[in-house]
């Protein structure tokens, strides 16, 4: 094979990769939010976001962001992700730490800095890319999961604001993260802040690895006993502004 040829396949296998994971991360979501972490008498010291993988493979996060603005705000912080979320699993992002609060959450997948939460409104995106979104209510394909919650928030999936979390609560999608009818007044309720905990390989200080999630059915529902499948994949869905 030439040289030309050569790079040719190298690139067109390069954007087969790029197409697959994109395709692969479109199946995630944000399975709890807090951000009440590092007050006086919150549940823990730090902020943190949750992401489910409801499918039957391990999806890697690379070229993917997590993204916080204010309730009302257009300039989005966005942190770069690493790792990946296991098959059925879980993956924890420590957001925020303080020394004030009551513990400490485990130990995170992946700890982002200087992206202090809001305890009671605000907004996150799962965003395939890095590149900042623009705009009080951004839309488009590259937002693979979006969440507005609290009553000031101006924009959220479905018409309808999650609940407010607290310092003690967080915000939880239902079913372990399958629920996902993209409407986030449904779909999240607030209950006491409690992470899962980070896979680790072997037993060690840390403890046990953690329990895999639900295995989640079709439309999102949690699959009925001995019939684990996967969630439907979601692509390019509308936002609402409330």
């Known amino acids: 094979m030439n040289r030309s040829r050569h790079a040719a396949v ?17 199946n995630l ?3 709890q939010v807090y951000g009440g972490g590092g007050g006086t008498g919150a549940a823990f010291r730090q902020d943190y976001v949750e992401l489910f993988n409801p499918t039957a493979s391990p999806v890697d996060l690379s070229g993917l962001s997590i993204q916080y603005a204010s309730a009302t705000g257009t300039t989005w912080t966005t942190r770069a992700l690493i790792g990946s979320v296991p098959a059925n699993g879980y993956f924890l992002i420590q957001m925020s730490s303080s020394t004030l609060g009551n513990g400490d959450i485990p130990p995170a997948d992946q700890t982002v800095t200087t992206v202090s939460m809001s305890a009671t409104a605000a907004k996150v995106a799962l965003v395939i890319g890095t590149t900042p979104l623009t705009g009080a ?33 967080a915000i939880f999608r239902s ?13 999240f309720s607030a ?11 072997t037993r060690g200080a840390d403890g046990p690895s953690r329990r895999p999630g ?6 999102g529902r949690s699959a009925p006993l001995g019939r684990r499948g996967d969630c439907t ?8 502004a409330r």
Do not use: K, W
């Open 10 to 26: 190298v690139a067109a296998l390069a954007g087969l990769s790029i197409a697959l994971s994109s395709a692969q991360a479109q």
């Open 29 to 31: 979501r944000i399975s």
């Open 137 to 169: 209510c951004p839309t488009g394909a590259s937002i693979v999961d979006f969440v507005g919650y609290g009553t000031t928030a101006n924009c959220n999936e479905g018409g309808s604001n999650a609940p407010a979390p607290s310092i003690a609560n």
């Open 175 to 187: 079913l372990g993260g399958c629920t996902d009818t993209n409407a986030n007044a449904s779909d």
């Open 191 to 201: 209950a006491p802040a409690s992470p899962h905990r980070p896979t680790f390989a």
């Open 214 to 219: 639900p295995a989640c059915g079709p439309r």
């Open 233 to 240: 994949a979601r692509a390019g869905r509308p936002r609402s």
